[in-house]
């Protein structure tokens, strides 16, 4: 049994995470739509999960990319909506930018909520982890200084 606790344990690349994102979201979106044809609280509880997911599997190195990944996951889940399926986030006649702010709009608390657990699970996670060794300092020269000799140097 590992001594390590649940903040300890992610060690995942950052790019895999964000693909991992953009998947599991547009996976769950696509369920949504099979089931209620919109996009739905299915969605808004998966991405609040996956969020806290994300942050909980992503390497100590890699916190950057996961802290910014759940609101580009989001914009990028309702762009694609809003070219291809507008009535999905918003009406159907919506422009593709006025169908992204609806999407975004509908489901803020979702995304208010994901972004803040996955930045506190990164807070978290930060204190826990070990810091990294500095490099060695260059040896300093100890030797004592002393005064010139005045009688060695002749002049």
């Known amino acids: 049994m590992s001594g390590r606790t649940l903040w300890e344990q992610g060690h995942e690349p950052g790019r895999q995470m964000v693909a991992l994102g953009l998947a599991a979201a547009l996976t769950v979106v696509a369920l949504d739509l099979l089931l209620t044809g919109r ?51 918003a009406h159907p006649d919506d422009s593709v930018v006025q169908a992204v702010i609806s999407g975004l709009s509908s489901h803020s608390v979702a995304l208010v909520l994901g972004y803040g657990l996955c930045l506190a699970c990164l807070a978290v996670r930060q204190r826990f982890v070990p810091a990294e060794p500095r490099p060695a300092a260059p040896a300093a020269d100890v030797r004592p200084r002393t005064a010139p000799d005045p009688q060695h140097h002749a002049g």
Do not use: N
């Open 39 to 89: 996009v739905s609280v299915l969605f808004d509880i998966a991405f609040v999960a996956l969020s806290i997911g994300l942050a909980l599997r992503v390497r100590p190195r890699d916190f950057f990319t996961v802290g910014v990944l759940p609101p580009l996951v989001m914009v990028s889940v309702f762009l694609l909506l809003a070219a291809t399926r507008p009535e999905a986030v």
